[in-house]
């Protein structure tokens, strides 16, 4: 299987001239305990802590978060959309994995 | 709009594959940046979405220029806050943009250059408190009209910095339309100010839409791929049926002598604004195009030591930290 990096542009992107900034990083936020850190978005800082800090003025100025991961998004290793077939057809054929393939009568209650 | 006259045309890939991609886009589909795109897509995408960047970021300026005056320390905190958003909306886009494959340096640097353009409503000046209020009620007024139906557009990422920006939106118009009550209902002298504000803002924010449909260059592709979602003249008929209640409300006279509604089409009659004015201030020759263009040049060169400074600390630490291992 092949893989690409997230964002690394894919082979139809003309490729980029000129000088790159810092590098970029993508930010995931736990609005509160209890839930799962959700990506919300992206920036671009020199280190993970100033990304942080970033963060915080950019995605946090209403009390969207408990909790900020940051993370390079180069050390992101991500599918390809061409791969979409052989990496998720062979579970839309594997219906029984669901409990609604078994039917079973009323009167077994709760099961 | 905070992206004016964004021309499209088809692009000359596989039939096939083009065909296959508007059937994605016809089903509603959001298209993500890996995803094979047409490269007129792609280019329109970055020159809408770059401009829309750039205008957040430009929009800062005639804000700016009233931090230090706001009127009490509560409208000072809350014009801070309003800026300091509109930063936030233009680094979202940015970051929508750089999917696409340019950097935002690159972009930055063709703003800078003049090959990129920003809306045209920043190349006016905030003379009077007064426009302040009129920017939020108007201008981010004109803006929310655009940007509710861009959170259905496309183009994923697009369409995820549009649902960001308008939550933080509608708080920007409020305290517009807030100033603009506190005025009117204030001294003489503060009404005045208020309809004086009403009066320099009223055509320029009517150009936001950009030119009427019948002069408007090529957008039909853009309709189709759903990067543009609605014509100009409808958003701009919204946007007056929508405002001018809202100007009767604060008893403040839109300077439109031709202002009349037509009970038959349920909207107003108007007129517009001056479009060659409109293609002047876009083109450069607006009251305050080089006072802007001078202050984003002054901020990106004086702020490279900022920058460098950074990337040296973060260098340094790194190599510090390859050294304990």
């Given at each position: 299987m092949t893989t690409t990096t997230a964002r690394?542009?894919?082979?139809t992107v003309e490729p980029q001239q000129g000088k790159v900034g810092a590098p970029l990083f993508e930010v995931f936020i736990r609005s509160q305990n209890g839930l799962n850190h959700r990506h919300v978005g992206s920036l671009q800082a020199p280190d993970a802590k100033t990304a942080l800090l970033n963060a915080r003025d950019v995605?946090?100025?209403?009390?969207?978060?408990a909790s900020i991961w940051v993370v390079e998004s180069s050390k992101i290793t991500a599918s390809s959309p061409s791969e979409k077939g052989p990496l998720y057809d062979p579970s839309t054929s594997k219906i029984y994995r669901h409990p609604t393939f078994y039917c079973i009568p009323d009167d077994a209650g709760a099961i | 709009m905070y992206a004016q006259m964004i021309a499209s045309q088809a692009s000359d890939e596989d039939p096939k594959r083009l065909a296959a991609f508007q059937k994605r886009i016809d089903a509603g589909e959001k298209i993500e940046p890996k995803d094979w795109m047409p490269s007129e897509y792609r280019k329109t995408l970055i020159r809408q979405i770059g401009q829309h960047a750039h205008s957040e970021i430009v929009g800062q300026l005639p804000e700016g220029n009233w931090i230090t005056r706001a009127p009490t320390l509560e409208r000072k905190a809350i014009l801070l806050a309003k800026v300091q958003d509109e930063a936030g909306h233009g680094l979202y886009l940015y970051c929508a943009a750089e999917t696409l494959g340019i950097s935002r340096d690159q972009l930055t640097e063709m703003l800078l250059d003049g090959r990129m353009k920003y809306s045209s409503i920043f190349n006016y000046p905030t003379l009077t408190w007064a426009d302040i209020g009129a920017i939020g009620w108007l201008v981010d007024g004109a803006a929310i009209m655009n940007q509710v139906p861009l959170?259905?557009?496309?183009?994923g990422p697009y369409a995820r910095a549009m649902i960001r920006i308008c939550k933080e939106e509608s708080f920007h118009q409020r305290q517009g339309f807030d100033i603009m009550m506190k005025m009117c209902n204030g001294s003489k002298e503060q009404k005045t100010m208020a309809q004086n504000a009403l009066d320099r803002f009223w055509y320029p924010s009517l150009m936001?839409?950009?030119?009427s449909d019948s002069d408007s260059i090529h957008s039909e592709q853009s309709m189709a791929w759903k990067i543009k979602m609605n014509s100009n003249d409808e958003l701009r008929q919204k946007f007056v049926d929508q405002t001018v209640p809202q100007a009767n409300l604060l008893r403040l006279?839109?300077?439109?002598?031709?202002?009349k509604w037509k009970d038959k089409r349920k909207g107003y009659d108007f007129t517009m604004p001056d479009w060659d004015e409109f293609l002047a201030v876009i083109n450069g020759n607006g009251p305050c195009n080089a006072d802007r263009l001078s202050a984003r040049k002054k901020a990106w060169t004086e702020g490279q030591w900022v920058r460098d400074g950074l990337q040296a600390h973060a260098k340094k630490n790194a190599n510090i930290m390859i050294a304990a291992e």
């Amino acid at each position: 299987m092949t893989t690409t990096t997230a964002r690394k542009p894919d082979e139809t992107v003309e490729p980029q001239q000129g000088k790159v900034g810092a590098p970029l990083f993508e930010v995931f936020i736990r609005s509160q305990n209890g839930l799962n850190h959700r990506h919300v978005g992206s920036l671009q800082a020199p280190d993970a802590k100033t990304a942080l800090l970033n963060a915080r003025d950019v995605y946090t100025r209403r009390n969207e978060g408990a909790s900020i991961w940051v993370v390079e998004s180069s050390k992101i290793t991500a599918s390809s959309p061409s791969e979409k077939g052989p990496l998720y057809d062979p579970s839309t054929s594997k219906i029984y994995r669901h409990p609604t393939f078994y039917c079973i009568p009323d009167d077994a209650g709760a099961i | 709009m905070y992206a004016q006259m964004i021309a499209s045309q088809a692009s000359d890939e596989d039939p096939k594959r083009l065909a296959a991609f508007q059937k994605r886009i016809d089903a509603g589909e959001k298209i993500e940046p890996k995803d094979w795109m047409p490269s007129e897509y792609r280019k329109t995408l970055i020159r809408q979405i770059g401009q829309h960047a750039h205008s957040e970021i430009v929009g800062q300026l005639p804000e700016g220029n009233w931090i230090t005056r706001a009127p009490t320390l509560e409208r000072k905190a809350i014009l801070l806050a309003k800026v300091q958003d509109e930063a936030g909306h233009g680094l979202y886009l940015y970051c929508a943009a750089e999917t696409l494959g340019i950097s935002r340096d690159q972009l930055t640097e063709m703003l800078l250059d003049g090959r990129m353009k920003y809306s045209s409503i920043f190349n006016y000046p905030t003379l009077t408190w007064a426009d302040i209020g009129a920017i939020g009620w108007l201008v981010d007024g004109a803006a929310i009209m655009n940007q509710v139906p861009l959170q259905r557009t496309s183009f994923g990422p697009y369409a995820r910095a549009m649902i960001r920006i308008c939550k933080e939106e509608s708080f920007h118009q409020r305290q517009g339309f807030d100033i603009m009550m506190k005025m009117c209902n204030g001294s003489k002298e503060q009404k005045t100010m208020a309809q004086n504000a009403l009066d320099r803002f009223w055509y320029p924010s009517l150009m936001m839409f950009g030119p009427s449909d019948s002069d408007s260059i090529h957008s039909e592709q853009s309709m189709a791929w759903k990067i543009k979602m609605n014509s100009n003249d409808e958003l701009r008929q919204k946007f007056v049926d929508q405002t001018v209640p809202q100007a009767n409300l604060l008893r403040l006279t839109v300077p439109d002598p031709n202002l009349k509604w037509k009970d038959k089409r349920k909207g107003y009659d108007f007129t517009m604004p001056d479009w060659d004015e409109f293609l002047a201030v876009i083109n450069g020759n607006g009251p305050c195009n080089a006072d802007r263009l001078s202050a984003r040049k002054k901020a990106w060169t004086e702020g490279q030591w900022v920058r460098d400074g950074l990337q040296a600390h973060a260098k340094k630490n790194a190599n510090i930290m390859i050294a304990a291992e």
